[in-house]
């Protein structure tokens, strides 16, 4: 016991000390900053004070207000953002087409992902989503999902909960139940991916030249180190295992997993050419998978539950008719067909979406070459290009009464034979609704994270009533930079069904 409150005042004074280093030095890092910023692109939001970290407080506390206030002023022009982890622009609509079709030696979404997380320092490299990784996503079938759902659930903080029950059910899918089931398995997912989280937001807090101390001295590194090798030391024989198989066809295509009984790691393996065909390799692309599934979908259905309780009365009746009439009491054997049937639940969960997406800013790209748009503007290599997705969807251009939540807006879109049908589904995209990102790098991931989402909710509909607590409105969400987060600690009231 004396041993463990040690080490928490030990990790406790070296945050402290981490925080202190940053602040004494931060002055000389401003004029660094500054030049290494320099740009001829128009700028919004930055901040003259000579504090040590002005800008970096300034994008952290009002990063979502200095975009929507280039979205306002500049919509038609390319801004540069004051976001200091990055040299990052935001492009109008005009240019989304073009930047969509750009391929990924160009204009990556993989080495952005990688970038936003930090991915040099906390593991989260541009490899773990390298071309295997999305092929397998993209091919593995989603539709036995359903059978994975027999979950508890209980009414406590809706983040947490939700957050082990994806996280428990993505192991699944990921994995195969024999590593899932596993007492570490569910801690290791949960706690690799918060430790990233916070290793990130402090080092996107700090100028490039101080990372590598910062690195050494921050704890959250060496928890993520300590959850990635305990991860590789569980699933290392499995994946030798899978391999073996694998290797056992000298026509690697007769290894093709079979559809409904295959896992990301099946696919993972498939896909890999083989001087990558490691478990190192392997089990790294499994925790990149791992995080991105499991933490998108637990705050896109975590908004979903605060959406539904703050107007139970009006938005669950005509769901529960849905469910029951595409899959009435059946337990398994729901299929993606099943799913895509149900407008009005595909519609409710675009329109959560709409209102709280994962982040401001969409279709984010890394410019891994220099490249021209088509009216002549240059991009830097190395630059974080992206639009302004969460307030394109706001703008009444693109909706009626678009500030509104309107649960059914895409089922009477989807009905209207005058609309134009692109994009109207939960996992599709258009100008209006980029959350997923846009083209031939939309995000892989999205069938899955729309399966989850919507067995789950069934789930709840079918077996629990739900409201705020009495006098509660609906919680608002955290805002860092263009970082969106639904309250962690917010809890919902429910009752068995009435």
């Not at 295997?132 to 036995?144: E, F, G, V, W, Y």
């Not at 059910?169 to 994995?175: E, N, S, Y």
């Not at 059946?330 to 959560?352: H, P, R, Y």
């Not at 009477?412 to 980029?434: C, E, I, M, V, W």
């Amino acid at each position: 016991m004396h041993f463990l409150i040690n080490c928490n005042r030990f990790i406790q004074d070296l945050n402290v000390a981490v925080v202190t280093i940053i602040v004494l030095i931060g002055t000389i890092s401003i004029k660094w900053m500054s030049r290494k910023h320099a740009t001829h692109f128009v700028v919004v939001g930055r901040k003259t004070s000579k504090l040590p970290f002005a800008a970096q407080i300034n994008w952290y506390r009002n990063g979502s207000a200095l975009i929507h206030d280039a979205y306002k002023k500049f919509r038609d022009e390319v801004v540069q953002l004051p976001a200091t982890d990055r040299q990052s622009i935001i492009l109008p609509l005009r240019y989304l087409i073009e930047v969509s079709a750009l391929p990924h030696s160009i204009a990556s979404v993989s080495q952005a992902t990688s970038d936003f997380f930090m991915g040099r320092w906390t593991t989260l490299h541009v490899g773990i989503f390298g071309r295997p990784t999305l092929d397998a996503i993209r091919s593995q079938h989603i539709s036995r999902l359903s059978r994975q759902l027999d979950v508890d659930w209980r009414p406590i903080a809706v983040h947490p909960a939700i957050l082990s029950i994806i996280s428990q059910t993505g192991m699944r899918t990921i994995v195969g139940p024999e590593v899932c089931r596993q007492s570490w398995c569910l801690k290791n997912s949960t706690g690799y991916a918060r430790n990233v989280f916070m290793a990130a937001t402090i080092l996107k807090f700090t100028p490039a030249f101080l990372q590598p101390l910062i690195f050494v001295l921050t704890p959250y590194i060496y928890r993520i180190q300590f959850y990635r090798h305990r991860f590789f030391k569980a699933i290392a024989p499995y994946i030798r295992q899978r391999i073996e198989l694998h290797n056992c066809y000298s026509d690697h295509s007769l290894s093709r997993p079979k559809t409904e009984h295959a896992h990301t790691l099946d696919w993972l393996i498939h896909y890999s050419p083989p001087d990558e065909l490691t478990p190192e390799i392997i089990a790294d692309r499994l925790m990149g998978v791992a995080f991105g599934a499991t933490h998108t979908t637990t705050n896109h259905i975590t908004n979903c539950i605060f959406d539904l309780a703050a107007n139970f009365e009006q938005w669950a009746p005509p769901l529960r008719e849905e469910i029951e009439q595409f899959i009435g009491s059946k337990k398994t054997g729901i299929t993606s067909a099943d799913l895509s049937n149900m407008w009005k639940l595909d519609s409710f969960m675009k329109e959560v979406q709409r209102l709280h997406p994962p982040g401001k800013l969409s279709v984010n790209r890394t410019a891994i070459k220099s490249f021209e748009l088509s009216t002549g503007e240059k991009i830097p290599s190395g630059v974080h290009i992206s639009f302004p997705g969460a307030f394109i969807s706001l703008d009444d251009s693109q909706f009626k009464d678009a500030k509104t939540f309107d649960a059914f807006r895409f089922e009477r879109l989807r009905k209207d034979p005058n609309t134009n049908q692109h994009g109207l589904r939960f996992t599709s995209s258009y100008a209006g609704s980029l959350h997923f990102g846009h083209g031939r790098q939309i995000c892989p991931g999205r069938f899955l994270g729309s399966a989850l989402s919507k067995l789950l909710i069934i789930e709840i509909l079918q077996h629990y009533d739900m409201k705020l607590e009495n006098g509660k409105v609906r919680p608002e969400s955290v805002l860092i930079g263009d970082m969106i987060i639904p309250n962690t600690n917010y809890k919902v009231l429910f009752r068995s069904r009435q």
